[in-house]
């Protein structure tokens, strides 16, 4: 499944609230129950709510 234009990996909405959900990375997967990571962003902005999943997105992948 690609992402639409503008569309933010990782970054869902549940009611009025974004979260952010993320694959564990395969290292670390094998030590937990559970292959995802989700964090609210406490957030209802689009605009703000992909800024923050964006830099989860950059440390997650460059650490």
Do not use: C
């Not at 499944?1 to 094998?30: D, K, S, T």
């Amino acid at each position: 499944m690609g992402l639409r234009r503008h569309q933010v990996e990782n970054l869902v909405l549940r009611g009025p609230i974004f979260y952010w959900r993320a694959r564990i990375p395969a290292g670390l997967a094998a030590s937990t129950r559970n292959a995802r990571l989700s964090l609210s962003l406490r957030l209802s902005d689009r605009k703000k709510a992909s800024l923050v999943a964006r830099r989860l997105n950059a440390l997650l992948l460059h650490g």
